[in-house]
């Protein structure tokens, strides 16, 4: 097989796992059925993209660890929960805010961790203070948008 055809099934990989994962951790909370369905679709989604980052970091002579494979998780599934979080915010505000705290948070950290980057006290307290506004508007100002369970708005 060629670098490119490599290259590309890596890259593949990635991505595809990192969509399944926002869909299933979306959807889990949004769809009233499904949570075995979403939740084997998020393990292929953290296979997926842990294959293609393994992949790619053997291509580069990264260092394989246990550190290295709960970043690049912590990384997936944190940028998963926000993505997923922003595409279904307004079928259900409340659980998209935790998605949307929560990924935030988790995305900000992992980052710093994989590039080991030393993270600023401030900084860190900038993006929970973010977190915690993100919860209050969706459990307080957004909580009544769209009635729980009566969402219509995504139906596969």
Do not use: C
């Not at 399944?20 to 951790?25: P, T, V």
């Not at 260092?63 to 079928?91: C, E, P, R």
Request: no cysteine; glycine share 10%; hydrophobic share 50%.
């Amino acid at each position: 097989m060629s670098y490119e055809n490599r290259k590309y099934l890596v890259y593949l990989a990635k991505y595809l796992g990192v969509g399944l994962i926002s869909g299933s951790a979306v959807h889990i909370g949004t769809l009233d059925a499904g949570i075995a369905r979403y939740g084997i679709l998020m393990i292929v989604g953290v296979f997926l993209m842990l294959l293609g980052n393994i992949s790619e970091a053997k291509q580069i002579g990264e260092k394989i660890n246990a550190k290295f494979l709960l970043i690049v998780i912590s990384l997936s599934v944190s940028t998963g929960f926000l993505s997923g979080g922003v595409q279904h915010y307004f079928d259900n505000p409340v659980y998209a805010g935790y998605l949307l705290a929560i990924g935030a948070v988790v995305a900000y950290v992992t980052f710093f961790l994989k590039d080991q980057i030393t993270i600023k006290k401030r900084d860190i307290f900038v993006v929970i203070l973010v977190a915690l506004a993100i919860l209050f508007v969706s459990n307080f100002l957004m909580h009544d948008f769209v009635p729980h369970g009566q969402s219509d708005t995504h139906k596969h």
